[in-house]
Nanobody, 128 residues
């Protein structure tokens, strides 16, 4: 019902910034909370950030809080992840995911198993 496509990844030097975008299809996009996750080969998928249906509530992993900002523009069917002060350990494939949410207040869950739709991911590589 919802298709997600990530973009904006690339190679950046430590301390630099990137802005990831998650473009969604379907008019029901506003009914989904959205989360960003990341994963390196052989490692567990890690929660990064999440935003509520309305965009009014957000949550962040401790490792990115203060550096990353998640936001959404439902009129454009897009969720963003602004990443500042990037570190080498931020290197991973970044995925956006959509979670069905009855309410408009709560941000998406930090548990990947609770999400219904996933994008294919975009590679972020941070060099020292």
């Amino acid at each position: 019902q919802v298709q997600l496509v990530e973009s904006g990844g690339g190679l950046v030097q430590a301390g630099g910034s990137l802005r990831l975008s998650c473009a969604a299809s379907g008019r029901t996009f506003s009914r989904y909370a959205v989360g960003w996750f990341r994963q390196d080969p052989g490692k567990e998928r890690e929660f990064v950030a999440a935003v509520s249906r309305s965009g009014g509530s957000t949550s962040y992993a401790d490792s990115v809080r203060g550096r990353f900002t998640i936001s959404r523009d439902n009129a454009k069917y897009t969720v963003y992840l602004q990443m500042n002060s990037l570190k080498v350990e931020d290197t991973a494939v970044y995925y956006c995911a959509a979670q069905r949410a009855a309410g408009t207040v709560a941000a998406g869950s930090s548990l990947s198993a609770l999400y219904d739709y996933w994008g294919q991911g975009t590679q972020v590589t941070v060099s020292s």
